[in-house]
């Protein structure tokens, strides 16, 4: 009897965001049930894919790298992803490094494509259309804008689940819906994600209680705008209704949100995330400015004063609220005035997070347009001067919960006398998150005295804050109260 041939290998590298880090997983899912085997970049793979990210430049330019990084390895290489799905054609004429471009349109048959470029076979290159004509969806259109469009990653799950974890975190995102119907002057993210999809309640329980089943614990909902999520659906509130049914779920313990609209994170919204036991008190509000000017030029909405209003409300509702943000400096036509209205409104906001990025110009946005563009000289100069006010006013608000008890979901126990995966009794270092603060971006609690207690990667352990070292928190463990077996 002939032997059976091997399965063919693939490794997949993915940059950027946490929808692309899910869309990965998904790949995964739909390779393996296709018959291949899944393996290390650095693993003897026969094709390396790469999901690249197309936001800004300097994500572009780690796309470029990485798909050329890939070639040297000696495998295949396939570019999929953002950046593919944005330029296709524009790309594989610039980088025949790379053996394919793929866009969205083919994930549900990558497996098929992989095969054709190991063969040797030409594979189609994804030609890019300006997917903001379907901008945008609603409960009416919707039906038949779907059927129309090309496949959305993420969407439409069956009877199994089409998707792979690709690490044993106790932490994962998962995707609410795709695309956005917004028209920022700065983003170009509509013309390659399209409109604003969401998936339905049904469907997005179902991949969560799945999570839970492998050992996730804390979900992050990620979507390109989270408080757009229903639109489509005809179903005001739809966001509030997931919370609650995401949190019954056995098994999560803590559910985040990211991506809210200040303009749009209505009163009901912000009772439920800060009153529901297991949705954390936890605010990722995309302010991007607070000079109104400013904030009109980008076609965004709110002000310094509506902005302080909104955290207002959430901090009379949860005092203890964790609030990160991101901020655009440089932006075409911002005055001197401009930016001290930003800097007020940072001093005043209290916020434990802050993200700061200078203006870019965007293929095909219209800000890259607008009269008064600054100079890479003066955007570098904003941007240092912001960046530094932020780095202290985040300081002095982790100074501030000196004192607090925080609930910290462990992520790292490195022990020195015992696998790092299992219960410690050696010295260890054990690195977790409070509830305010995000996967990645937010800083973190580093354990103090742990050595002598018996903690694993999954636990939630109650701890005093004891010390802050610029946005991360020294704790003092105080009680597991939720062991990552789920047994008391």
């Known amino acids: 009897m002939p032997a059976t041939p091997p399965s063919p290998r693939a490794a997949l590298v993915t940059l950027g965001c946490a929808r692309n880090e899910v869309d990965s997983e998904e790949l995964a899912g739909r390779l393996t049930e296709d018959g291949w085997e899944l393996v290390d970049p650095d693993g003897g793979a026969d094709v390396v894919v790469v999901n690249t990210c197309g936001f800004v430049a300097a994500a572009k330019k780690d796309s470029i790298d990485t798909l050329l990084a890939a070639a040297d390895t000696g495998a295949k290489v396939v570019a999929v992803g953002c950046l593919a799905e944005r330029y296709g054609t524009e790309l594989a004429r610039s980088l025949p490094e790379a053996d394919a471009v793929l866009g969205f349109d083919v994930y549900p048959e990558l497996g098929g494509r992989l095969r054709e470029v190991l063969a040797g076979r030409a594979v189609p290159t994804h030609q890019p259309v300006d997917r903001r004509t379907l901008l945008p969806i609603t409960p009416a259109s919707r039906p038949a804008a779907l059927a129309a469009g090309p496949a959305l990653p993420g969407h439409g799950w069956g009877p199994r689940v089409p998707r792979r974890r690709l690490d044993d975190s106790p932490v994962a995102p998962l995707k609410i819906a795709s695309g956005c119907d917004r028209r920022c002057a700065f983003c170009a993210i509509p013309t390659f994600r399209g409109a604003f999809v969401s ?30 999520y229903g639109k489509d659906l005809g179903r005001p509130g739809a966001l509030e209704e997931l919370l609650r049914r995401l949190s019954v779920i056995p098994g999560i313990l803590r559910i985040r949100v990211s991506y809210l609209q200040p303009a749009e994170t209505r009163p009901a919204l912000v009772t439920t995330i800060a009153g529901t036991a297991a949705v954390a008190s936890y605010f990722d509000l995309s302010f991007q ?14 002000s310094r004063e509506s902005f302080l209003a909104l955290l ?31 800097e007020r409104f940072l001093t005043e906001a209290r916020l434990d997070a802050i993200g700061v990025f200078g203006y870019s110009d965007e293929d095909g946005t219209e800000a890259a347009g607008l009269p008064g563009q600054h100079d890479e000289g003066t955007i570098a100069e904003r941007v240092a001067r912001i960046s530094g006010l932020a780095e202290q006013l985040t300081a002095q ?30 010295e260890a270092e054990t690195i977790g998150r409070a509830e305010h603060q995000a996967p990645e971006v937010d800083g973190e609690c580093r354990l103090t005295g742990s050595g002598t207690r018996p903690f694993a990667i999954g636990d939630v352990v109650r701890c005093r804050v004891i010390a802050a070292q610029g946005v991360d928190l020294i704790v003092e463990p105080m009680e597991l109260i939720a062991p990552a077996g789920g047994v008391p």
């Open 199 to 228: 998936r339905p309640v049904d469907e997005v329980a179902a991949e969560a209680a799945w999570l839970a089943g492998s050992g996730v614990r804390e979900l992050v909902l990620v979507s390109e705008n989270s408080t757009s």
């Open 289 to 302: 400015h607070a000079s109104e000017p400013v904030l009109r030029r980008m076609r965004r909405f709110g």
């Open 312 to 342: 207002d409300q959430i901090r009379q509702q949860s005092p203890a609220a964790g609030v990160r943000s991101n901020v655009i400096v440089g932006f075409p036509g911002e005055t001197g005035a401009d930016l001290a209205e930003l």
């Open 397 to 426: 608000r982790a100074e501030e919960r000196v004192g607090e008890t925080v609930d910290v979901l462990l992520e790292s126990v490195t022990a020195t006398d015992t696998d790092a995966d299992t219960r410690s009794e050696g």
